[in-house]
């Protein structure tokens, strides 16, 4: 039976989805990431971070839609989707309401927003959204969203979906036979100021959907 999941750290043989020759992008190890899809019928392909896998400038529509023609290249041959994670600029006034939904929010050049079909953005809660959800502000760095920027293939949705930090607990090994701890993220269903539950004053605003849990 093959393996279900396959990973790259980059530690040791890092992976480079071009290079820069006489200033010119060219592709490097697209050939080697398309063979590995083919042979491992691999379906999905996760990019993280994307800048770490070029050599060109982030502000550069040229170059970075040379880096996103490459990745969509090799969607179009091989048939699996690719999930490129890119940074945000940095929120105005440490508010990230700017990130919500907004494609505009990407790092550098808008290149990437008009090759990728679908888009989005990934954010911590704000002081907005904590008051809405009855969330104390010293609590809300626990919550972070994902909400909809760019749907090209299907109708947008302005929906935000909220999941909470928190600690799994996985197997024992011979160093520790308590098991180690990794963070995970739990989904959660928000409840608005105006459906506070019961549960409010122990649990906050916002409580797990029903049969939801968290899995590593």
Known sequence: ??????????????????RKVEGQIKPLD???AIQQIQQNNIKLMIVD????????????????????DMYRTIAQITGCAVILIH????????????HEGNMDTLRGASALSGVARIIATF???????????????????????????????????SDVR???KIGQRIGQCNEDMDGEEVGVLRP????????????????GGIEPPSGAHATP
Request: proline share 6%; charged share 30%; hydrophobic share 35%.
């Open 1 to 18: 039976q093959k393996p279900l999941l396959f990973m790259n750290s980059g530690e040791e043989d890092r992976f480079r989805i071009a």
């Open 30 to 32: 697209m050939k080697w």
């Open 49 to 68: 971070p994307l800048v770490s896998t070029h050599p060109c400038n982030e502000n550069d529509n040229g170059e970075m839609e040379a880096i996103a």
């Open 87 to 98: 940074h945000t600029k940095k929120p105005q006034d440490a508010d990230s309401s700017g």
């Open 123 to 157: 954010f911590g809660m704000s002081a907005k959204r904590a008051k809405e959800y009855n969330i104390p502000d010293n609590m809300r760095w626990k919550y972070v969203g994902l909400m909809m920027a760019k749907a090209n293939m299907s109708a947008a949705t």
């Open 162 to 164: 909220w999941f909470e």
């Open 188 to 203: 959660l269903s928000p409840r608005r100021r105006s459906r506070v539950h019961k549960n409010f004053r122990s649990r």
